[in-house]
């Protein structure tokens, strides 16, 4: 299973990007859709996840970040909106499944103030 991130990308602070993850391969169940982000220096820490009935929102993003799951096409999405630059981070999607999961390569957002 290979998870493909896209999305990032160099924003003005209060704008918006929306990022994608799409899972390729045998891929069976995935319970968990979630993103998270690391930023330089930092230890990287969870910014939401989805399953098939319920989201989670880390209290830094609520209100402001959306997440949405196609379940046919194997795809999470995080819709980020009114963006801080404390939002800078380089953003890791993870697919959690009944044998295991999987992360995504990663993609960079860097939101300039």
């Known amino acids: 299973v290979q998870l493909q991130a896209s999305g990032g990308g160099l924003v003005q602070a209060g704008g918006s990007l929306r990022l994608s993850c799409a899972a390729s391969g045998s891929v069976f169940s995935i319970n968990i859709m979630g993103w998270y982000r690391q930023a330089l220096g930092k230890t990287r820490e969870f910014v939401a996840d989805?399953?098939?009935?319920?989201?989670n929102y880390a209290d830094s993003v609520k209100g402001r970040f959306t997440i949405s799951r196609d379940n046919g096409k194997n795809t999470v999405y995080l819709q980020m909106n009114s963006l801080k630059a404390e939002d800078t981070a380089v953003y890791y999607c993870?697919?959690?499944?009944?044998?295991?999961?999987?992360w995504g390569q990663g993609t960079l957002v860097t939101v300039s103030s």
């Open positions: 993870k697919f959690s499944t009944r044998v295991g999961y999987y």
């Open positions: 989805i399953t098939y009935g319920s989201t």
